[in-house]
Nanobody, 124 residues
Framework: QVDLVESGGGLVQAGGSLRLSCAVS????????MGWFRQTPGKEREFVAA????????NYADSVKGRFTITRDNVKNMVHLQMNSLKPDETAVYYC?????????????????WGQGTQVTISS
């Protein structure tokens, strides 16, 4: 079992920044990748960014490249998502996922565990 707890969400104006964090506990040695996804009501969960825990290779959605940065702290078992130049249409619940696959994938079914999500609201 792996438990994930997101934090860092909140309300920010367009153009602002937020840093999300995901604390990982449990059988963390079985996980190879961590990802961030976001979801709005009535829509599917959308890939944002992912990172391989050993090696640090990353994968980003085209819409966030150059603005978002995913990092990991293997000592503290945490993953962060630095989000800059935020846009109102990026308002969503942001979820952290953990998976056993080797490559940092872009689809929901590549992740085995999920956190409860953190709300990010960007005002115009």
């Amino acid at each position: 079992q792996v438990d994930l707890v997101e934090s860092g969400g909140g309300l920010v104006q367009a153009g602002g920044s937020l840093r999300l964090s995901c604390a990982v506990s449990g059988r963390t040695f079985s996980m190879n990748v961590m990802g961030w996804f976001r979801q709005t009501p009535g829509k599917e969960r959308e890939f944002v960014a992912a990172i391989r825990l050993r090696g640090g290779s990353t994968n980003y959605a085209d819409s966030v490249k150059g603005r978002f940065t995913i990092t990991r702290d293997n000592v503290k078992n945490m993953v962060h998502l630095q989000m800059n130049s935020l846009k109102p249409d990026e308002t969503a619940v942001y979820y952290c996922g953990a998976g056993a696959k080797v490559t940092p994938g872009r689809t929901v079914d590549e992740y085995d565990y999920w956190g409860q999500g953190t709300q990010v609201t960007i005002s115009s």
